[in-house]
Protein backbone atom coordinates (compact mmCIF):
# COMPACT_ATOMS: atom_id res chain seq x y z
CA UNK A 1 0.00 0.00 0.00
CA UNK A 2 1.20 3.32 -0.56
CA UNK A 3 2.76 5.70 2.26
CA UNK A 4 3.45 9.76 2.33
CA UNK A 5 6.79 10.76 1.96
CA UNK A 6 8.42 11.62 5.06
CA UNK A 7 9.61 15.17 4.84
CA UNK A 8 10.88 16.92 7.85
CA UNK A 9 10.50 20.44 7.99
CA UNK A 10 13.06 23.50 10.10
CA UNK A 11 11.44 25.98 11.32
CA UNK A 12 14.84 28.29 12.84
CA UNK A 13 13.99 31.81 14.55
CA UNK A 14 16.02 34.01 16.64
CA UNK A 15 15.37 36.75 19.23
CA UNK A 16 17.42 39.46 18.50
CA UNK A 17 17.82 42.91 17.25
CA UNK A 18 18.19 44.07 13.80
CA UNK A 19 22.00 44.42 12.72
CA UNK A 20 21.28 48.73 13.20
CA UNK A 21 20.76 47.50 17.01
CA UNK A 22 23.54 45.53 17.59
CA UNK A 23 24.74 46.93 20.61
CA UNK A 24 21.61 47.19 22.22
CA UNK A 25 21.53 44.80 25.30
CA UNK A 26 19.08 42.12 24.07
CA UNK A 27 22.49 40.30 22.81
CA UNK A 28 22.90 39.51 26.12
CA UNK A 29 22.52 35.22 26.62
CA UNK A 30 19.54 35.45 28.98
CA UNK A 31 17.80 38.73 27.40
CA UNK A 32 15.78 36.58 24.73
CA UNK A 33 11.93 37.57 25.52
CA UNK A 34 8.99 35.03 23.65
CA UNK A 35 7.04 38.43 23.49
CA UNK A 36 9.48 40.02 21.02
CA UNK A 37 9.24 39.23 17.44
CA UNK A 38 11.20 36.39 16.00
CA UNK A 39 13.60 36.63 12.94
CA UNK A 40 13.04 33.58 10.81
CA UNK A 41 15.96 31.79 7.76
CA UNK A 42 14.16 30.88 5.14
CA UNK A 43 15.78 30.00 1.80
CA UNK A 44 14.45 30.21 -1.63
CA UNK A 45 12.60 27.51 -3.59
CA UNK A 46 14.28 25.51 -6.31
CA UNK A 47 11.16 25.08 -8.42
CA UNK A 48 10.17 29.08 -8.11
CA UNK A 49 13.41 31.11 -7.74
CA UNK A 50 11.52 34.26 -6.23
CA UNK A 51 9.66 31.90 -3.79
CA UNK A 52 10.99 31.35 -0.52
CA UNK A 53 10.55 28.00 2.16
CA UNK A 54 11.58 26.70 5.02
CA UNK A 55 14.36 24.43 4.88
CA UNK A 56 13.30 21.23 4.37
CA UNK A 57 13.60 17.52 2.88
CA UNK A 58 13.27 13.44 3.02
CA UNK A 59 13.51 11.99 6.15
CA UNK A 60 16.40 9.00 5.88
CA UNK A 61 16.71 5.76 6.86
CA UNK A 62 17.48 5.81 10.69
CA UNK A 63 17.14 9.67 11.41
CA UNK A 64 14.70 11.14 13.32
CA UNK A 65 13.18 14.21 12.47
CA UNK A 66 14.59 16.57 14.30
CA UNK A 67 18.18 15.18 12.47
CA UNK A 68 16.57 15.23 9.53
CA UNK A 69 15.67 18.98 9.57
CA UNK A 70 19.55 19.93 11.04
CA UNK A 71 20.68 17.85 8.21
CA UNK A 72 18.19 19.63 5.76
CA UNK A 73 18.93 23.44 7.01
CA UNK A 74 23.07 23.05 6.64
CA UNK A 75 22.51 21.93 3.03
CA UNK A 76 19.63 24.16 2.24
CA UNK A 77 20.83 27.22 4.24
CA UNK A 78 23.98 26.75 5.69
CA UNK A 79 23.17 26.90 9.37
CA UNK A 80 26.33 24.88 11.18
CA UNK A 81 25.10 21.83 12.63
CA UNK A 82 24.89 21.53 16.48
CA UNK A 83 24.54 25.02 16.85
CA UNK A 84 21.09 25.75 17.00
CA UNK A 85 18.42 24.32 20.11
CA UNK A 86 15.53 22.08 18.65
CA UNK A 87 13.22 23.07 21.03
CA UNK A 88 9.91 21.09 19.59
CA UNK A 89 8.22 19.09 17.83
CA UNK A 90 5.15 20.91 16.57
CA UNK A 91 2.76 18.50 14.38
CA UNK A 92 2.40 16.29 11.74
CA UNK A 93 0.87 17.69 8.35
CA UNK A 94 -0.24 15.92 5.14
CA UNK A 95 0.26 17.68 2.22
CA UNK A 96 -2.78 18.33 -0.23
CA UNK A 97 -1.49 16.78 -3.25
CA UNK A 98 -2.81 13.10 -4.02
CA UNK A 99 0.49 10.17 -4.20
CA UNK A 100 0.66 8.79 -7.07
CA UNK A 101 -0.60 5.61 -6.23
CA UNK A 102 -3.51 6.85 -4.36
CA UNK A 103 -6.62 5.61 -5.35
CA UNK A 104 -8.54 9.06 -4.90
CA UNK A 105 -7.46 12.60 -5.31
CA UNK A 106 -9.98 14.04 -3.31
CA UNK A 107 -8.58 15.14 -0.23
CA UNK A 108 -11.60 14.04 2.32
CA UNK A 109 -11.70 10.70 1.28
CA UNK A 110 -10.62 7.85 3.88
CA UNK A 111 -8.66 6.32 1.31
CA UNK A 112 -6.69 9.57 -0.21
CA UNK A 113 -2.77 9.14 0.43
CA UNK A 114 -1.14 12.29 0.63
CA UNK A 115 2.45 12.89 -1.05
CA UNK A 116 3.86 13.54 1.61
CA UNK A 117 4.07 14.10 5.40
CA UNK A 118 5.51 17.02 6.96
CA UNK A 119 7.12 16.65 10.51
CA UNK A 120 7.56 20.62 11.45
CA UNK A 121 11.18 20.86 13.98
CA UNK A 122 11.34 23.93 15.91
CA UNK A 123 15.09 25.59 16.28
CA UNK A 124 15.97 28.31 18.03
CA UNK A 125 19.44 30.55 17.77
CA UNK A 126 20.48 31.57 21.21
CA UNK A 127 22.22 34.94 21.25
CA UNK A 128 25.70 34.15 20.65
CA UNK A 129 28.13 34.53 24.15
CA UNK A 130 31.30 34.58 21.98
CA UNK A 131 31.15 35.43 18.49
CA UNK A 132 34.00 34.12 16.45
CA UNK A 133 36.40 37.76 16.21
CA UNK A 134 37.77 36.66 12.60
CA UNK A 135 34.82 35.66 10.66
CA UNK A 136 33.70 36.75 7.70
CA UNK A 137 29.82 38.03 7.82
CA UNK A 138 27.22 36.38 5.36
CA UNK A 139 25.66 39.68 4.33
CA UNK A 140 25.23 41.18 0.79
CA UNK A 141 23.07 43.90 0.13
CA UNK A 142 19.45 44.64 -1.55
CA UNK A 143 21.37 45.24 -5.04
CA UNK A 144 22.23 41.42 -5.58
CA UNK A 145 18.57 40.43 -4.99
CA UNK A 146 16.39 38.80 -7.79
CA UNK A 147 14.77 41.80 -9.53
CA UNK A 148 11.03 41.95 -10.47
CA UNK A 149 9.31 42.34 -13.79
CA UNK A 150 10.11 45.54 -13.62
CA UNK A 151 13.82 45.26 -12.95
CA UNK A 152 13.09 46.73 -9.01
CA UNK A 153 14.84 44.65 -6.80
CA UNK A 154 12.46 42.80 -4.40
CA UNK A 155 13.07 44.41 -1.11
CA UNK A 156 9.85 46.16 0.55
CA UNK A 157 9.63 49.66 0.61
CA UNK A 158 9.69 50.61 4.44
CA UNK A 159 12.77 48.28 5.12
CA UNK A 160 15.41 49.95 6.27
CA UNK A 161 19.25 50.20 5.03
CA UNK A 162 20.14 47.27 7.85
CA UNK A 163 17.33 44.73 6.65
CA UNK A 164 19.37 43.16 3.76
CA UNK A 165 18.78 39.49 2.74
CA UNK A 166 21.45 37.14 3.88
CA UNK A 167 22.64 35.02 1.04
CA UNK A 168 26.30 34.80 -0.71
CA UNK A 169 29.46 34.55 0.87
CA UNK A 170 31.94 37.64 0.65
CA UNK A 171 35.26 35.66 1.36
CA UNK A 172 35.33 33.83 -2.61
CA UNK A 173 33.76 31.34 -2.02
CA UNK A 174 31.07 30.56 -5.14
CA UNK A 175 28.26 32.68 -5.28
CA UNK A 176 24.72 32.05 -5.58
CA UNK A 177 23.26 32.39 -9.20
CA UNK A 178 19.62 33.46 -8.35
CA UNK A 179 20.06 37.05 -8.75
CA UNK A 180 21.15 36.04 -12.62
CA UNK A 181 17.63 34.29 -13.13
CA UNK A 182 15.10 35.96 -14.53
CA UNK A 183 12.03 36.52 -12.51
CA UNK A 184 8.74 34.35 -13.12
CA UNK A 185 5.74 35.72 -15.23
CA UNK A 186 3.54 35.80 -12.03
CA UNK A 187 5.93 37.86 -9.61
CA UNK A 188 4.88 37.35 -5.69
CA UNK A 189 4.59 40.66 -3.65
CA UNK A 190 8.42 41.62 -2.28
CA UNK A 191 9.30 39.90 0.99
CA UNK A 192 10.19 42.52 3.51
CA UNK A 193 13.84 41.05 4.30
CA UNK A 194 15.58 41.87 7.42
CA UNK A 195 18.88 41.07 9.39
CA UNK A 196 20.19 39.78 12.21
CA UNK A 197 23.70 41.74 14.50
CA UNK A 198 26.73 40.12 12.76
CA UNK A 199 27.75 37.77 15.68
CA UNK A 200 24.75 36.23 15.18
CA UNK A 201 25.77 35.21 11.13
CA UNK A 202 29.24 34.59 12.00
CA UNK A 203 27.84 32.15 14.68
CA UNK A 204 25.12 30.27 13.12
CA UNK A 205 25.49 30.92 9.22
CA UNK A 206 28.08 29.31 7.20
CA UNK A 207 29.75 31.85 4.65
CA UNK A 208 29.95 28.79 2.14
CA UNK A 209 27.07 25.91 2.16
CA UNK A 210 26.49 22.45 -0.08
CA UNK A 211 23.38 24.49 -2.17
CA UNK A 212 24.74 27.63 -2.00
CA UNK A 213 24.87 28.25 -5.93
CA UNK A 214 21.48 26.69 -5.66
CA UNK A 215 19.36 28.55 -3.28
CA UNK A 216 19.55 32.39 -1.71
CA UNK A 217 19.23 32.40 2.15
CA UNK A 218 17.19 35.33 3.68
CA UNK A 219 15.71 36.47 6.65
CA UNK A 220 12.34 37.87 8.12
CA UNK A 221 11.19 39.25 10.87
CA UNK A 222 8.10 38.82 12.51
CA UNK A 223 5.03 36.56 12.13
CA UNK A 224 3.44 38.76 9.05
CA UNK A 225 6.19 38.54 7.10
CA UNK A 226 6.90 35.30 7.67
CA UNK A 227 3.20 34.25 6.51
CA UNK A 228 3.86 36.22 3.43
CA UNK A 229 7.10 34.61 2.58
CA UNK A 230 6.14 31.35 3.00
CA UNK A 231 2.22 30.90 2.64
CA UNK A 232 1.94 30.00 -1.43
CA UNK A 233 0.55 27.60 -3.17
CA UNK A 234 -0.71 24.17 -2.64
CA UNK A 235 0.87 24.18 0.67
CA UNK A 236 -0.55 26.78 1.61
CA UNK A 237 -3.20 26.34 4.36
CA UNK A 238 -0.23 23.66 5.75
CA UNK A 239 2.25 26.41 5.98
CA UNK A 240 -0.41 28.68 7.81
CA UNK A 241 -1.53 26.28 10.15
CA UNK A 242 2.16 24.99 11.36
CA UNK A 243 3.17 28.58 11.87
CA UNK A 244 0.32 29.25 13.93
CA UNK A 245 1.03 26.35 15.81
CA UNK A 246 4.91 27.28 16.18
CA UNK A 247 3.65 31.00 17.47
CA UNK A 248 1.62 29.36 20.12
CA UNK A 249 3.85 27.23 21.16
CA UNK A 250 6.47 30.18 21.31
CA UNK A 251 4.21 32.32 22.87
CA UNK A 252 2.13 30.33 25.01
CA UNK A 253 4.57 27.11 26.30
CA UNK A 254 8.05 28.64 25.99
CA UNK A 255 10.06 29.82 29.18
CA UNK A 256 13.27 31.22 27.11
CA UNK A 257 15.12 31.55 30.25
CA UNK A 258 15.02 27.95 31.22
CA UNK A 259 16.20 26.93 27.34
CA UNK A 260 19.21 29.70 27.64
CA UNK A 261 20.22 27.86 30.91
CA UNK A 262 19.91 24.96 30.15
CA UNK A 263 23.41 25.45 28.38
CA UNK A 264 24.67 25.15 24.29
CA UNK A 265 22.83 22.67 21.87
Given at each position: ??S??????????A????D????????H??????D????????????????????????????????????E???????R??T?K????L???K???A??L???????????V???????E?F???PP???P????P??????????????E???????????????A?TN?????N?????A???DP??V??????E?YL?TY??????????????L??????L??A???G????V??????E??KWI???????A????G??
Open positions: MAPRAVSVAIIFLAPTSDSNSTSLPHAADSEEPTFLLVSSRKRKNRYVFPKGGIEYGERPAEAAERAWEEAGLQGAHLAHLLLDPSHISPTKDVDSASFASCQYSFLFLPPNPASASSVRTADDRIPNSNGVQVSGTASSSESSIAPGAAASHSRLPSDSPPPVSSLPPSLSPDWPEAAERDRIVRGWDAQQVCWRREDMRTAIDARQDEWDPSTLEGDA
